[in-house]
């Protein structure tokens, strides 16, 4: 077997069938992250410090809705429509939850796809490595313990397929793992704050519709 065997241009052959799979994983978890890291572009800081300083405003007496076509603004505007319906200050107040609830579980859709990749991609690259593995030992019955392994193809084939894949689904596994804990803590992070900021302005504009 030549060194080319080695070289980084051939990893992707040499990692076995199980390499067209964490291909998909790869291309999978990171159209997840683009497509999560762009949804939270649309519940940024600013509009979570604007529907704070709407709740602020609204407990002065300010009880115009902040401008804006984002999911929050969407929300608060929800709840001033529901205001001037008649709806009590626990009924917006709930409103404002499910509002929100509904707000978190859209960012969540998706997410599921990097467990997924995080969980099994090292397992896929598992099984390639017992792929790799039976592949050698089947090069070492063919000639033997005592020949040359140098010279025994097969043998430095299936090392290389059993290293290979085990390092490739490590290597997509940890990028997945990191983008889903670092997700999950911000949507979460993000949608509390929101949360926080919804149902207090659907209490200040409840109690002061029901004052004026």
């Known amino acids: 077997m030549d060194q080319e065997t080695f070289a980084l241009g051939n990893w992707w052959t040499q990692g076995g069938a199980v390499m067209y799979l964490l291909a998909v994983y790869s291309i999978l978890g990171l159209a997840v992250l683009i497509e999560k890291l762009s949804f939270l572009r649309k519940i940024s800081e600013s ?7 709407a709740a602020d405003d609204a407990l002065t ?20 429509k529901l205001a ?11 409103a404002a939850e499910r509002e929100v609830a509904r707000l978190e579980d859209l960012a969540m859709r998706g997410m599921i796809w990097l ?8 397992f896929v690259g598992l099984f390639g490595t017992v792929i ?3 592949r050698a030992f089947h090069g070492l019955s063919r000639q033997g313990l005592l020949a040359d392994p140098s010279q025994n193809s097969e043998l430095i084939r299936g090392i290389a397929e059993a290293l290979v894949a085990t390092a490739t689904g490590l290597l ?12 999950l803590r911000d949507i979460r992070s993000r949608t ?3 949360d926080l900021a919804c149902a207090d302005y659907a209490d200040a504009i409840g109690n002061g519709k029901e004052n004026g």
Do not use: Q
């Not at 001037?84 to 709930?94: H, I, S």
């Not at 997509?172 to 997700?183: G, H, R, S, T």
């Open 47 to 53: 509009e979570i410090e604007s529907a704070r300083k």
């Open 61 to 80: 007496g300010n009880l115009e809705p902040p401008s804006g076509d984002g999911p929050v603004a969407a929300i608060i505007a929800r709840l001033n």
């Open 84 to 94: 001037g319906d008649g709806l009590t200050t626990d009924a917006l107040v709930r």
């Open 115 to 122: 467990a997924i990749i995080g969980n099994t991609a090292p």
């Open 132 to 134: 790799g593995i039976i």
């Open 172 to 183: 997509v596994a940890v990028p997945a793992v990191i983008a889903y804990n670092y997700l």
């Open 192 to 194: 509390t704050r929101i």
